[in-house]
T-cell receptor
Framework: DTEVTQTPKHLVMGMTNKKSLKCEQH?????MYWYKQKAKKPPELMFV???????INESVPSRFSPECPNSSLLNLHLHALQPEDSALYLC???????????????FGPGTRLTVL | DQQVKQNSPSLSVQEGRISILNCDYT??????FLWYKKYPAEGPTFLIS?????DKNEDGRFTVFLNKSAKHLSLHIVPSQPGDSAVYFC??????????????FGTGTRLKVLA
């Protein structure tokens, strides 16, 4: 199983709503990532979890709150978002090592988020 | 500060010919470089990678070349096929002080292979 799944595929929310994005992988990867991608731009790293601990937070606003309940699951909790937060949110996972054939990231299909 | 750049936003190539996608970087501390392909409404898919200590890696129709002195890498696709039409991202991977790895993506090149 080399798949990363993300739910929901699409999400529309108001600025006062609270919602969560979910990501799951069963490849035994111990590093998991959240990226944000705007149209015609590269994926921008938001958070990295390594062995279920938050390892990197790229100065993301606190209205985005990540959570890694176990080694297979990654959540992104959303609260009081702004319209400019509308984007494709991508989850990825990888082995946590720099070694040939182990360094690729596997991406999920993304959640298309629209904030009204 | 864009550490990884792809200066050609788009490229059109005839089917059967070679596609060459280019990528430049500024940081000498990257450990690996990777190429990803992305279709609309899907996540990026890994294609091929190269270690910073190598200068070439080949996998089927895909070859990546690394020129460390020029801080430049390129992806060659031979022969190009219509199904290769997608956005291609190069990415650079480096370790961090927290013991994990960061991947920094280039701006992407949209490849169109014409039948």
């Amino acid at each position: 199983d080399t798949e990363v799944t993300q739910t929901p595929k699409h999400l529309v929310m108001g600025m006062t709503n609270k919602k969560s994005l979910k990501c799951e992988q069963h490849m035994g990867h111990r590093a998991m990532y959240w990226y944000k991608q705007k149209a015609k731009k590269p994926p921008e790293l938001m958070f990295v979890y390594s062995y279920e601990k938050l390892s990197i937070n790229e100065s993301v606003p606190s209205r985005f709150s990540p959570e890694c309940p176990n080694s297979s699951l990654l959540n992104l909790h959303l609260h009081a978002l702004q319209p400019e937060d509308s984007a494709l949110y991508l989850c990825a996972s990888s082995h946590n090592r720099a070694r040939s054939s182990y360094n690729e990231q596997f991406f999920g299909p993304g959640t298309r988020l629209t904030v009204l | 500060d864009q550490q990884v750049k792809q200066n050609s936003p788009s490229l059109s190539v005839q089917e059967g010919r070679i596609s060459i996608l280019n990528c430049d970087y500024t940081n000498s501390m990257f450990d690996y470089f990777l190429w990803y392909k992305k279709y609309p409404a899907e996540g990026p898919t890994f294609l091929i990678s190269i270690s910073s200590i190598k200068d070439k890696n080949e996998d089927g129709r895909f070859t990546v070349f690394l020129n460390k002195s020029a801080k430049h890498l390129s992806l060659h696709i031979v022969p190009s096929q219509p199904g290769d039409s997608a956005v291609y991202f190069c990415a650079a991977m480096r370790g961090t002080t927290s013991g994990t790895y960061k991947y920094i993506f280039g701006t992407g090149t949209r490849l169109k292979v014409l039948a």
